[in-house]
């Protein structure tokens, strides 16, 4: 029997990779400005259009290397960078910071479900979530960036406060809207009805950032596409937190034969993940979903106190751990929540300062909860 055509979708997405921004997030993962350069310059070879790199909340971001290496390497036009959006103070201070990195495409990540609303922005009302949205995206464009806003945990916020979110955000004068699922949570019919309705609002241009915890981050893009998304995020090698991002790789080959699409130059790829996965510390490969180890690892304390906001399922419903991995990404609050429990008594604040010092004398090796403890035992050095 003859196989089938390839299936053409509405229109072919167009496709950011957020390699440098999501994957280096990552518990434990840590890229350089080499790497990023490096990175960015196959990316963009590859036929990605946006390389999202970096994170800012406000003045001196430890990502400035890595937004400027890519700036070097491929123009601010193909790169794009997250601005973190808490307050109107912080936010004004973030945009700042992007404006002297010389950052022309920004991603406003705002939290959009109920949990993570209350979590990070201390109120769950979508009234409040409403100003605030409007508030950062107005100002964002009054300095003349393209803004892109997320709905961080986006996939399970419901229809009626996800609906009137978005509408706002493009009624502020936002150029895109991501839908991330950040908690991985919808099938792919699913997703294409969550989208066909994004895709409804006015003026609406919807991309899609799945996570790979169950293993559909690439069905549900596709899916996205199906229902109008003209975006998609993905990952090389799929590496990020929550079991990984939509890998890269598939993705594309997977649009070449299912949809005849030649419009990228797959034949960077496995260059492209060699280097990312040697770049990560990752070792030869970087497996998804919820039996790794990186699978349920953690660097920022809020993720460590509150997981249930970030997990699918919990880690010991798999038989899997919870677990601290860091290397120069240290807080107080972090190293608090590590010696919780421990019985050390220093002083926080002077502890997490000798412990960041010492790590960048020996290289930043990986820390876990029992290293933090070990070093807190030997503190103050002799």
Request: with cysteine; proline share 6%.
């Amino acid at each position: 029997m003859a196989a089938e055509r390839p299936e053409s979708p509405p229109r072919p997405p167009r496709v950011s990779d957020a390699t440098l921004r999501d994957s280096a997030h990552m518990a434990g993962v840590e890229f350089g400005p080499k790497d990023a350069a490096a990175i960015a310059g196959l990316l963009v070879r590859t036929g990605v259009e946006l390389v999202e790199v970096g994170m800012v909340s406000g003045p001196g971001t430890k990502d400035a290397d890595l937004v400027l290496a890519a700036h070097e390497a491929v123009g601010p036009e193909r790169s794009m960078t997250l601005v973190v959006v808490r307050d109107r103070r912080q936010v004004d201070a973030a945009l700042k910071e992007a404006e002297r990195l010389g950052v022309r495409h920004i991603m406003c990540s705002i939290p959009t479900s109920e949990r993570h609303a209350e979590l990070k922005l201390g109120s769950a009302s979508l009234k409040f979530l409403q100003v605030h949205a409007r508030s950062a995206i107005s100002r964002a464009k009054e300095r003349g960036f393209h803004v892109t806003f997320s709905g961080e945990d986006g996939a399970r916020t419901p229809p009626e406060r996800l609906i009137p979110y978005v509408t706002t955000g493009f009624r502020a004068g936002a150029d895109r809207f991501r839908l991330a699922e950040t908690v991985p949570c919808l099938s792919p019919w699913q997703m294409e009805e969550t989208i066909a309705e994004l895709v409804a609002i006015d003026r609406s241009e919807i991309e899609i950032h799945s996570h790979n915890m169950l293993g559909m981050a690439v069905a549900n893009s596709l899916a996205a596409v199906r229902a109008g998304a003209r975006w998609v995020s993905a990952t090389v090698g799929g590496i990020g937190e929550r079991g990984g991002n939509t890998p890269l790789a598939e993705l594309l080959t997977a649009l070449r034969v299912l949809h005849a699409d030649t419009r990228f130059d797959l034949t960077h790829l496995t260059e492209l993940s060699r280097l990312a996965l040697k770049s990560s510390g990752l070792g030869d490969a970087f497996q998804p979903g919820p039996a790794t180890r990186h699978s349920y690892a953690y660097e920022l304390a809020g993720q460590l106190s509150h997981p249930e906001a970030y997990e699918t399922l919990p880690a010991e419903l798999v038989g899997n751990t919870r677990r601290l991995r860091v290397r120069s990404r240290l807080t107080p609050a972090l190293v608090s929540w590590a010696l919780a429990g421990s019985g050390s008594r220093v002083d926080i604040e002077a502890f997490t300062s000798w412990l960041i010092e010492r790590q960048e004398r020996d290289g930043n090796p990986l820390l876990d909860r029992d290293a933090i403890r070990a070093a807190a035992a030997v503190f103050p050095p002799a």
